[in-house]
């Protein structure tokens, strides 16, 4: 039981932790992006001061994306398990990803009309499908197809997500969530999928993923009905 006890008060910490990195440094880290790219934008600097200061840029960048992938939806609590509307939650996911999906003309269309409900926690909920369905929005740089739905199947509640993106070989599948593993050089930091797979395991879901070399990707995500 006292060890039981510790590990609780550990995971306790660690998701305090996570909390107070994603607000507290987020903000200087916005602040100081801010202030890197005016100073970098002055017409008379050095070709080396420019240089330095778009590694800085690009640093701060990879910083932000951490934290994002990592910890954007974390709370100062212990795993909380509550109702969550799964239609409600997936629309307000794709709305803090509109901004991406406009940026590459990515067009997302919906089939939310579920009336069931899982059992979970929200906030991780949401950090799971904010990373699948970025990853869906960053494999179509020059436009395509976001297409989000929801239904019933026996018990169960099956989210389909999918994207008429690069695709993936049977490979590349293979190695999604292990950590660190990106494709996206310098760009991405190959831990969404990995927060991905820990979090469905968490709910006790289950992921499968079918994809196509240049074709697309489908994950089929499958959670248990709150009965
Ligand atoms: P990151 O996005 O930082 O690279 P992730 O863990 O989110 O890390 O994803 C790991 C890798 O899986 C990506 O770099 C990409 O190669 C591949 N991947 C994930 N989702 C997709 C997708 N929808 N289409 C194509 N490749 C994908
Ligand atoms: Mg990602």
Not at 46 to 57: D, M, R
Not at 78 to 83: A, F, G, L, T
Not at 125 to 148: D, R, T
Request: charged share 20%; aromatic share 6%.
């Amino acid at each position: 039981l006292r060890q039981q006890i510790e590990k609780t008060k550990k995971m306790e910490a660690v998701t305090h932790m996570a909390a107070a990195i994603s607000h507290e440094i987020r903000n200087p880290l916005t602040s100081a992006k801010g202030f890197v790219q005016f100073v970098s934008e002055d017409d008379n600097l050095a070709q080396t001061q420019k240089e330095y200061l778009s590694i800085a840029l690009q640093e701060l960048n990879q910083a932000e994306t951490v934290i994002r992938d990592y910890l954007t939806f974390s709370k100062p609590s212990i795993i909380s398990v509550e109702e969550i509307n799964v239609s409600e939650e997936l629309n307000n996911t794709l709305k803090i990803l509109q901004p991406l999906s406009n940026l590459n003309s990515v067009q997302v269309k919906t089939d939310l009309t579920l009336p069931g409900q899982i059992q979970g926690d929200r906030h991780k909920f949401h950090q799971c499908f904010f990373n699948i369905i970025k990853n869906c929005i960053e494999a179509m740089p020059s436009g395509g197809q976001l297409y989000v739905k929801t239904m019933n199947k026996g018990t169960n509640i099956l989210i389909t997500i999918s994207d008429t993106g690069v695709g993936m070989s049977e490979q590349q599948i293979h190695r999604l969530g292990e950590p660190y593993y990106s494709t996206k050089e310098g760009k991405g930091t190959g831990l969404g999928m990995m927060v991905v797979y820990s979090i469905i395991r968490a709910m006790n879901g289950t992921i499968s993923v079918k994809s196509e070399i240049n074709k697309g990707t489908t994950f089929l995500i499958s959670f248990p009905r709150k009965v």
